[in-house]
């Protein structure tokens, strides 16, 4: 793995920090922050300004939207984010996940559509993925999708799926094979608009800050231009954007935010840390900068083209497991500091998603996180049966 960062990422990490600091983009964030569609604050008008500036997909080729950058730019961009308290998770989904997959798996027509409008912040997304009964094991779903004339018809329910209510378009994995058909020979992804007919968006009712959502096809009729990569290879493409989702980036630069408001709200107000406070800092500073090699590590094999689920889903177990450490670590040196402002010191009871109240939404952010993207003991069992492979006989 090279550890050398390329100019072009030194200098795109100027440019963002100057954009970030920006009193426009301040502005846009106070007003995400303030939630004002009662929901989790609608953060578009944000990325579409972001977008102008051409930052959102700087590791895509330039003539789709991109800067034809190196991975680095992307883990910059992600770190930048949550420092300044901008919601990345619908990013994330839009642009690294399902802009991956297309980028990847997608006709010539769909990524000239759809990557352009994505790096432009134009176009968000959301995976459909998870049911109601399957959650890690997607080979099981039940979603269908059969032939009607020259159209499919899709069934199904999706639940527990993150941002649908501000996506345009989803990826929807469907069982288009019939009971003779493997069950893994049977599924092809979907492009699916939310705002197509017989389509029903929900919430659910979540502890952490972000809406999940209740998603319903109910006779959804779309062409075959819908279908990503053909049909019946939707497994190839699953295995494929889990690499991409699993890299663990969006949990390693969380961990590193919240550790980072640890440190700081520990010292506030001129007191020095104890020794067991330092230690138990110390010990979190080196799972987070593990998070970070072993997240590079996976970024570095995607952009080679060379895909490796078991690195990504050891990176993603890994990374969530630091942050959700990270995350009652907090509540361990704060104690109730960690959920409530610090009037004494000027800190406001209501705000953007910084500081205390983001070490609060962290909390109860955390015990998901081994669950969210892969549950940790499916990713231990993948990185399990992949290396008991190469272990030579009688070692």
Not at 224 to 230: F, T, Y
Not at 282 to 303: E, G, H
Not at 326 to 354: K, N
Request: with cysteine; net charge negative; proline share 5%.
């Amino acid at each position: 793995m090279d550890f050398e960062i390329p100019p072009q990422t030194s200098q795109f990490e100027r440019e963002i920090d100057r954009l970030m600091n920006s009193s426009e983009i301040q502005s846009l964030v106070r007003e995400v922050s303030a939630r004002a569609d009662g929901m989790d604050g609608d953060v578009r008008p944000l990325y579409r300004r972001l977008g102008e500036h051409g930052v959102l997909a700087p590791a895509w080729p330039r003539h789709l939207g991109g800067r034809d950058a190196d991975f680095t730019a992307t883990v910059v961009l992600l770190e930048r984010l949550v420092r300044h308290g901008i919601p990345q998770s619908l990013y994330y989904i839009s642009v690294q996940i399902f802009g991956s997959l297309i980028l990847a798996g997608g006709t010539e027509k769909q990524r000239s559509e759809l990557l352009p409008a994505l790096a432009r912040g134009e176009l968000t997304a959301c995976i459909l993925f998870t049911e109601p009964d399957h959650g890690s094991d997607l080979a099981g779903i039940t979603t269908t999708a059969s032939r009607d004339g020259q159209e499919w018809v899709l069934e199904g329910r999706k639940i527990y799926n993150l941002k649908s209510a501000y996506a345009d378009v989803a990826l929807c994995v469907a069982r288009t094979g019939g009971p003779d058909t493997s069950r893994y020979e049977a599924l092809s992804v979907f492009l699916v608009p939310l705002d197509a007919p017989g389509v029903t968006v929900r919430p659910l009712p979540s502890l952490a800050n972000e809406q999940f959502h209740d998603v319903r096809l109910t006779g959804v009729r779309l062409p075959d231009e819908a279908i990503v990569g053909g049909v019946g290879q939707g497994w190839g493409l699953i295995t494929r954007m889990f690499s991409a989702e699993r890299s663990g980036l969006d949990y390693y630069v969380r961990a590193r935010y919240w550790l980072d408001m640890i440190a700081e709200r520990l010292v506030r107000g001129g007191r020095e840390l104890e020794p067991h406070e330092c230690a138990a800092l110390d010990r979190a500073r080196t799972r987070v900068d593990a998070s970070r090699l072993l997240t590079c590590r996976a970024l570095q094999r995607l952009q080679d083209d060379e895909p490796d689920i078991a690195l990504a889903s050891l990176a993603k177990w890994h990374c969530s497991e630091t942050a959700q450490e990270v995350a009652w670590l907090g509540y361990d040196l704060l104690g109730l500091d960690l959920v409530l402002p610090r009037f004494d010191l000027g800190e406001p009871a209501v705000g953007p998603d910084r500081g205390w109240a983001a070490l609060e939404a962290a909390h109860r952010e955390a015990p998901g996180m081994g669950i969210s993207g892969g549950a940790s003991e499916v990713l231990l069992d993948i990185v399990a049966g992949a290396r008991l492979i190469d272990v030579p006989e009688g070692g």
